[in-house]
């Protein structure tokens, strides 16, 4: 059925504009926070008559006394800012502060606190600002060049600056007279101090040095050298910090501190968390559609939903194309309309595989890749079907029975086979031209090809030149996201659909798919997943009421009536326990019976047989403790139907990922409240809100409030489970964001120790990898829930390299091959002499990491297990699932932290960073029934949480067999 409706758009727009009000703020407390130490690397500025200070502490500029005192924050509550540098009148303070437009300009302020401007203007990252003697100009380094970082000049009161350096540059400095400029550039051993300007200086270019140095140019002296930051107060006597003191010292080396005090004025929110049911009953809707794609004929949907594959005839019936335990993604329709394309695990890799609708078969289409295949996409002259490869290789396969027409279609890897092909990788789904011979992706262009911030935009590969070339479609603006939300080009060839901002966009373009005219937006109504109809007019998407179509003038409902039931858990289950970890006392109960009632604990009380009515689970010999719950996650759709079994063989209950897009995190926890698929409980964060510069893929780019506003109503529409920034959007924002999420009942989760402090967010998972005591302060004094991610900064390698005998165990056989079996290898190889250095590196590295974490803990933080594990930039694979929790419950012991504090920051402390302990997190009557079964008791040995017998989620109970696990873990 068809619900045609031509004032949709309309209607949707007023929506999004009731969404943009203002919430009204939540109540919060007052948290006051003394400071006598600055954080690592912070910088300081004396001003040119000797009576202020500058520093940057926290993210804020603060004035020091020349001789020390009370410190007084400069800078506006909202703005974040470092790098500070005097003006030669001694009444402002320049420094790299993140506007109100989401970017990184130079600004200044006057030492009052008052008139703030901004020098520079425009998307680019611009730091480390140096201003002139006679107050005239500015240095700073900038990527707005887009090819390298490097130093370029502005004229105070102008608004065009001027490139300074062709080659790479940081750390700018003035000569006394300003007419030469020192700077530090990459050399061939290290880093090297070079200059440029009218003459030569005083003392030549350093030699290149193992860490980066600094300019510094004496103004009494005239004389440049190589050095530390530092500040020449007199011809004897220079202005540094060191490690988080500021101090003065003599050139004969003796030296004092200034101190100071900072006192940090913070707000804490209070409010009460919200969240869905997490065991509905009856009927459900399906809300996890996952890439709808629109056969050739413009008459058939096909989709992901619950675990399979599923095809709607338009004004049909939905049909389901799979019905297996496997995992199905990205179907791909032939032109002709008789086959559909997908990625599937069923042979234990995800491969490319075509169902053939007339024979009623299944094909494969590949076999052993290197890699997860997915992304697949048909040819319009049905000759190929091009897909990803870890989607960071582009492929293409040739479709049974035809020919193609492109000559040398190759496979196109990112690492550069390409003559000038750019250094990138996370490619999004592919999208064909009408000729059938070049594809574009969805792709990072970063502002240097050196990598780093950019924006999502398209990358056109033609096979049979084979040539790249970079496609911006909308000019500072991030098109798709590069997982699942990519641009697809039109039947015709001379249009692009695309989403950016929370719009639908149309933008029309040449044969070769370069822009010929601004884009126009054709749908407001919060869309994903677009696909064209066949006149080149229509797109289909999917928004958070189902599936729609529009053309721009007309929008209309495509009716999908689809629901699923959710999987009902026993209806009595007895649990006796040897002992029992309540996750409230460090003190076990001992021999115990749990009694469970339609997957809720009911009773705990002390063993007795009289009490073993009807379905018994005899755990007499084992230690019994609630579900692991690790709180930061990356899940990889690739691993297929296993990942669900790995996460419970180790004892993992419930996830939270905090990345994956909100319908592919719905569709898991969907297929697993079915029944469909076996795993933990799935939390979403949904698409995490990134700033205006984009880095990793996935995450919604936030321009505006507008987009911003768009955003956070798509992700309550779809009921996420907490929000989660990663990067940074302008300080309003953040603030709006904060606001929006405690008004909904929902945490909120950044990286930003900034953020996070400015703007009352809920949670930090940010590593922090030495210590810092003002940083421990700050976490410690707020009460904030913090995720330390060890694991991932080197504890995971450290744990299985002292112990090999974790990689030795039954559950890495749950694993896909590519993943599985390199550590399964490690397991029989010894470490040698020659990696022990590497060892020894990470190990001294772990150290300082946790002295922070047990600074952290004694200042009051609160831990929370999340291990960052999956597939993302900075790890790509090597921190598994499952048993990376358990290294970073060892971490953390190692760390000074006993074990029932590790144990609660897995389990109660990591329920409450999700928003859910009320109803999990321990062994009480009221909680859900999350157990998992030790073989020993990990309040004395941290290690025993390895040692998974069985595990139970809501009440059902797996055991290693069920799991699928080959052989059951080491005892």
């Known amino acids: 059925m068809l619900t045609l409706s031509r004032a949709a758009l309309p209607a949707a727009i007023a929506l999004a504009a009731l969404c943009a009000q203002d919430v009204a703020p939540v109540p919060a407390h007052d948290v006051a926070i003394s400071l006598t130490e600055g954080t690592l690397g912070m910088n300081a500025a004396a001003s040119p008559d000797h009576q202020w200070i500058a520093i940057d502490l926290l993210g804020s500029i603060w004035l020091v006394p020349f001789g020390g005192g009370n410190a007084r924050k400069l800078t506006p509550d909202s703005l974040e800012a470092y790098a500070p540098t005097w003006s030669p009148d001694n009444q402002r303070v320049a420094f790299s502060g993140l506007g109100d437009d989401g970017a990184w300009h130079i600004e200044s302020i006057s030492i009052t606190g008052g008139d703030l401007r901004q020098i520079t203007e425009g998307i680019y990252e611009d730091t480390d600002p140096a201003w002139s003697h006679d107050g005239t100009r500015m240095l700073f380094v900038s990527d707005r060049g887009h090819d390298v970082r490097t130093i370029w000049e502005i004229a105070i009161g102008s608004k065009e600056p001027r490139r300074v350096l062709e080659r790479q540059a940081f750390s700018p400095a003035w000569s006394p007279n300003d007419e030469d400029i020192a700077f530090v550039a990459e050399a061939l051993r290290g880093w090297m101090v070079g200059t440029v300007g009218s003459r030569e200086p005083d003392v030549p270019p350093s030699e290149p040095t193992a860490g980066r140095p600094v300019p510094v140019w004496n103004p009494y002296t005239g004389t440049l050298a190589a050095s530390d930051r530092r500040q020449w107060l007199s011809r004897a006597e220079y202005l540094h910090t060191d490690a988080s003191h500021i101090l003065r010292t003599t050139a004969g080396g003796s030296r004092r501190t200034v101190p100071f005090k900072a006192t940090l004025k913070l707000k804490r929110a209070d409010f009460d968390t919200a969240h869905r049911v997490l065991e509905p009953s009856g009927p459900q809707p399906v809300k996890g559609i996952v890439n709808p794609v629109l056969s050739a004929d413009g008459s058939r949907v096909a989709f992901q939903a619950l675990g399979d594959l599923w095809m709607l005839p338009i004004g049909g019936q939905p049909i389901r194309v799979t019905d297996d335990p496997f995992v199905e993604l990205d179907p791909a329709w032939s032109p002709d309309g008789f086959k559909l394309a997908f990625s599937s695990d069923r042979t234990g890799s995800m491969e490319l595989w075509m169902h053939d609708f007339r024979a009623g078969i299944d094909v494969p289409l590949t076999a052993k890749e290197d890699g997860a295949v997915t992304g697949a996409a048909w040819s319009p002259d049905g000759s190929r079907i091009a897909y990803l490869i870890n989607h960071g290789i582009v492929a293409s396969v040739l479709a049974p029975g035809v020919v193609s027409r492109c000559q040398a279609i190759n496979s196109v890897s990112l690492a550069g086979v390409a003559p000038g092909a750019p250094l990138l990788h996370d490619f999004g789904r592919a999208t064909w031209a009408h000729d059938s011979c070049t594809v574009a992706v969805g792709a990072l262009l970063p502002y240097t090809p050196a990598g780093g911030s950019g924006i999502n935009q398209l990358l056109i590969y033609t096979f049979d030149r084979p040539a790249f070339s970079a496609d911006v479609l909308f000019p500072e603006h991030s098109i798709g996201n590069r997982r699942g939300s990519e641009p697809v080009w039109s039947p015709d060839g001379l249009k692009i659909a695309f989403v950016s901002d929370g719009r639908l966009w149309v933008a029309p373009v040449d044969s070769g798919g370069k822009p010929i005219a601004a884009p126009n937006p054709i749908a407001d109504d919060l869309p994903d997943s677009p696909s064209w109809a066949p006149d080149s007019e229509h797109v289909v998407y999917v928004n958070p009421s189902g599936l729609r179509r529009t053309n721009g003038e007309f929008s209309e409902s495509l009716d999908m009536n689809l629901g699923w039931a959710p999987s009902l858990p026993p209806p009595r289950v007895i649990v006796h326990a040897g002992r029992v970890f309540t996750g409230r006392s460090d003190l076990p109960l001992g021999p115990t019976d749990i009694t469970i009632e339609n997957g809720v604990i009911t009773h705990v009380d002390p063993h007795s047989d009289d009490a073993h009515v009807g379905t018994v689970v005899d755990a007499g010999d084992q230690f019994v403790m609630p579900g692991f719950i690790d709180a930061r996650v990356h899940l990889d759709p690739t691993y297929g139907e296993s990942l669900g079994r790995i996460w419970l063989a180790y004892g993992v209950t419930s996830v939270r990922d905090v990345s994956l897009g909100p319908y592919e995190g719905i569709e898991q926890r969907e297929a697993v409240a079915n029944g469909r698929r076996i795993g933990p409980r799935v939390f979403i964060a949904g698409d995490p809100f990134d700033g205006r510069r984009v880095r990793a893929a996935g995450g919604t780019s936030i ?73 421990a302060d700050v976490i410690g004094k707020a009460g904030m829930l913090w995720t330390p991610q060890i694991s991932a900064s080197g504890g995971f390698q450290a744990s299985y390299d002292h112990d090999r005998s974790m990689l030795r165990d039954g559950r890495l056989g749950l694993f896909p091959a590519r993943i599985g079996d390199r550590y399964k290898k490690l397991g029989v190889t010894p470490v040698t002499e020659n990696e022990r250095p590497v060892l020894d590196i990470i190990e001294r590295s772990l150290r300082l990491q946790r002295n922070a974490l047990s600074a952290i803990v004694a200042a009051g933080g609160r831990v929370v297990v999340g291990t960052n594990a999956g597939p993302h930039d900075d790890f790509n694979d090597d921190l598994l699932y499952g048993l990376s929790l358990h290294t970073e419950l060892e971490q953390l012991v190692l760390a000074g932290l006993t074990p029932f504090q590790a144990l609660q920051a897995a389990t109660l402390t990591a329920a409450d960073a999700i928003g859910v302990s009320d109803v999990l997190g321990t062994i009480e009557a009221g909680k859900l029934a999350d157990l998992v079964f030790l073989g020993g008791d990990p309040l004395q040995d941290i290690r025993r949480t390895r040692d998974v017998r069985r595990v139970m989620r809501g009440g059902r109970l797996y055991d290693p067999g069920m799991l699928g696990v080959l052989q059951e873990p080491p005892r």
């Open 703 to 775: 321009e505006s409030e507008a987009s911003l506003d768009a955003a956070l109503q798509r992700a309550t529409l779809l009921g996420v489970d907490s929000l989660a920034v990663r990067g940074r959007l302008a300080g309003p924002l953040e603030q709006r964001l904060v606001e929006y999420a405690h008004a909904h009942g929902l945490r909120a989760t950044t990286s930003s120790l900034f953020a996070a402090t400015a703007f009352r967010y809920d949670e930090l998972d940010l590593p922090i990898r030495q210590p810092d005591p003002a940083i």
